[in-house]
């Protein structure tokens, strides 16, 4: 398993150095053996999980080159080859928001804030990540107002997965990881990469013959598959080794 944490005080802003270092982690994660790492966190240091774009330094970039960055690192993120589960420690705003809703599952702190304030800076937010979960209205009054919403919001329209105390939180996350890393290596892998494919086909039998069975299939002639089910007819649990 991995975690990868979000560290530059104070708020965890956004800058092309913190884009630059979440495109690499995410990369590393997504190259390594299916053995090695078999699902990841991505949370917060201190009071932020991320406060998105760093005003202070976002002018003094090339508009493009930034734009750039910003896309590889939201990519990297968003085709992680394990399950990624987010730990939102606290304000998660803008490109953080997006960080979030990148992932496959989240768990808040109850201190917890989610908001899209590009708006108030004459900016407009990550309206397409808010399909990820909210509903149309729900996406436009965080991208057209501004406004942030807390983790009991979030809970009830159903993005977040839990909402713990702030001391509960990485357990919480850490527990769901272990139990996604239980799991065969290649189906993990493979799971994840359906998800995502299926996400992108709205009609379900073309989603069923273009991705679901083709996985299915694949994962039905692998090792780790006849291992499940040889301890399944000997009561014991399988030893998998990602084949």
């Known amino acids: 398993m991995a975690e990868v944490r979000i560290d530059r005080p104070p708020a965890n802003a956004l ?15 997504s190259e390594s053996e299916p053995t090695q790492i078999r699902a990841a966190i991505l949370t917060g240091t201190g009071k932020y999980f ?11 970039d090339p ?3 930034r734009n750039a960055m910003n896309r590889a ?28 809703l990148e992932s496959d599952i989240i768990v808040a702190a109850r201190n917890a804030t989610f908001g899209l304030p590009e708006i108030n800076v004459g900016l ?3 309206l ?22 807390d983790a009991d919001y979030m809970h009830t329209a159903g993005v977040v997965d839990t909402v713990t105390s702030p001391d509960d939180l990485m357990p919480a996350a850490w527990e769901l990881a272990r139990d996604i890393a239980s799991k065969s290596p290649v189906a993990v892998r493979a799971a994840k990469w359906s998800a995502n494919e299926i996400e992108k ?11 679901q069975s083709r ?15 040889r301890a399944f007819a000997e009561k014991r649990e399988p030893v998998f080794k990602g084949r």
């Open 15 to 29: 800058n092309m150095q913190l884009y630059r270092e979440l495109r690499d982690a995410f990369t590393v994660i």
């Open 50 to 60: 991320c406060a998105g774009r760093d005003m202070k330094s976002a002018d003094k």
């Open 63 to 65: 508009v493009e080159k």
């Open 73 to 100: 690192a939201h990519f990297a993120v968003y085709h992680c080859a394990v399950p990624l589960i987010a730990a939102v420690n606290g304000a998660a705003l803008g490109g953080g928001l997006t960080f979030v």
């Open 124 to 126: 407009a937010g990550g």
């Open 128 to 149: 397409a990540a808010t399909r990820r979960g909210l509903n149309v209205y729900q996406g436009r009054k965080l991208y057209f107002t501004g406004r942030p919403v």
């Open 201 to 211: 086909i709205l009609d379900y039998e073309q989603a069923n013959r273009a991705i």
């Open 215 to 229: 996985v299915t299939l694949s994962l039905a002639a692998t090792e780790d598959h006849k291992e499940a089910i």
